[in-house]
């Protein structure tokens, strides 16, 4: 699963504009690689974890030949290790460098947008449920060990909030470079969850005393996507949402102009209004084991 780079214009039933659904699309583009490197790095570290558990539950169990044969896959991995984790880190950076380059030229979308009041129909639309989407989890176990020192419980309470917060496919950095460090949605409140973790360690290290914490971070996808239907048009609205997002091509409401209009040939050129009839829809969940 991975995480969806978000405008906070984009609002259920609103009107929408085309050109920041294509700078979601330019920055998508831009992390995806980083997203295939991440995953394929999480995979080998999961599988150096396995066979390291494998080789230590095995040494009374089979010969010396056999656990050195595990122990030359566990090197193969370790290279492997290494070189994902390379490439990822060229990959980030590279991504790093085009999001801010994407920022630079003012594409990225701002916290604060304004269009035309929404020609829906509140009081006769509805939102409801269709299951058009997918269910899916991404599942992250991580063991943090406490080491008393000076910088002890900080280090300790950094530590588990930064997994909390790249514990999606998509780097933190990357995903709050997004939108200019907007919070994004879909891989979702990175910055909140990330400060919420960091306070919920703090507070119980400064009231018990700890050895370590697991952390286990959950990102769901529901199949259940949210979808207005019936999806009905005020006609008054609408003339006035067409005209106020359009001047140029300015909708007049007397009989003849309707029927011009009505009547006008469509081209590639004539301009459209946009409306967000759906969104798909997803969970986290972070739990700490002391």
Same mark, same amino acid.
């Given at each position: 699963?991975? !995480?969806?780079? =978000?405008?906070?214009?984009? #609002?259920?039933?609103?009107?929408?504009?085309?050109?920041?659904?294509?700078?979601?699309?330019?920055?998508?583009?831009?992390?995806?690689?980083?997203?295939?490197?991440?995953?394929? *790095?999480?995979?080998?570290?999961?599988?150096?974890?396995?066979?390291?558990?494998?080789?230590?539950?095995?040494?009374?169990?089979?010969?010396? $030949?056999?656990?050195?044969?595990?122990?030359?896959?566990?090197?193969?991995?370790?290279?492997?290790?290494?070189?994902?984790?390379? %490439? @990822?880190?060229?990959?980030?950076?590279?991504?790093?460098?085009?999001? =801010?380059?994407? +920022?630079?030229?003012?594409? +990225?979308?701002?916290?604060?947008?304004?269009?035309?009041?929404?020609?829906?129909? @509140?009081?006769?639309?509805?939102?409801?449920?269709?299951?058009?989407? =997918?269910?899916?989890?991404? /599942?992250?176990?991580?063991?943090?060990?406490?080491?008393?020192?000076?910088?002890?419980? !900080?280090?300790?309470?950094?530590?588990? !909030?930064?997994?909390?917060?790249?514990?999606? !496919?998509?780097?933190?950095?990357?995903?709050? $470079?997004?939108?200019?460090?907007?919070?994004? #949605?879909?891989?979702?409140?990175?910055?909140?969850?990330?400060?919420?973790?960091?306070?919920?360690?703090?507070?119980?290290?400064?009231?018990?005393?700890?050895?370590?914490?697991?952390?286990?971070? $959950?990102?769901?996808?529901?199949?259940?996507?949210?979808?207005?239907?019936?999806?009905?048009? %005020?006609?008054?609205?609408?003339?006035? $949402?067409?005209?106020?997002? /359009?001047?140029?091509?300015?909708?007049?409401?007397?009989?003849?102009?309707?029927?011009?209009?009505?009547?006008?040939?469509? +081209?590639?050129?004539?301009?459209?209004?946009?409306? *967000?009839?759906?969104?798909?829809?997803?969970?986290?969940?972070?739990?700490?084991?002391?």
């Amino acid at each position: 699963m991975t !995480s969806i780079p =978000y405008d906070p214009t984009l #609002v259920l039933g609103n009107i929408v504009d085309i050109s920041r659904i294509k700078a979601l699309q330019e920055q998508k583009a831009i992390v995806n690689p980083v997203a295939v490197a991440r995953e394929k *790095l999480n995979g080998l570290t999961r599988q150096l974890y396995k066979i390291k558990m494998l080789i230590q539950q095995m040494a009374s169990l089979v010969d010396a $030949a056999q656990i050195e044969n595990l122990k030359n896959q566990e090197r193969i991995i370790m290279k492997a290790v290494s070189k994902a984790t390379v %490439d @990822y880190a060229k990959l980030f950076l590279k991504a790093q460098d085009e999001l =801010y380059k994407h +920022t630079e030229k003012g594409k +990225t979308s701002t916290k604060i947008g304004m269009t035309a009041e929404s020609p829906m129909d @509140y009081t006769k639309s509805e939102p409801k449920p269709h299951p058009i989407s =997918y269910d899916s989890i991404k /599942f992250d176990v991580q063991y943090f060990q406490f080491e008393s020192n000076k910088e002890g419980a !900080s280090s300790h309470a950094s530590s588990i !909030s930064n997994f909390v917060h790249g514990s999606g !496919s998509v780097p933190p950095e990357v995903m709050q $470079a997004l939108t200019g460090g907007a919070v994004p #949605v879909g891989g979702g409140g990175g910055g909140e969850m990330k400060q919420s973790a960091h306070d919920s360690i703090a507070t119980t290290m400064a009231r018990h005393s700890l050895e370590g914490t697991i952390v286990i971070v $959950a990102h769901c996808n529901h199949k259940n996507a949210l979808m207005i239907d019936p999806f009905i048009m %005020d006609a008054q609205k609408a003339v006035r $949402a067409w005209n106020a997002t /359009f001047p140029g091509d300015f909708l007049k409401t007397s009989p003849r102009e309707i029927a011009k209009a009505a009547l006008k040939e469509e +081209t590639n050129f004539t301009p459209k209004m946009h409306m *967000l009839s759906g969104c798909s829809l997803a969970s986290s969940f972070v739990g700490f084991v002391h």
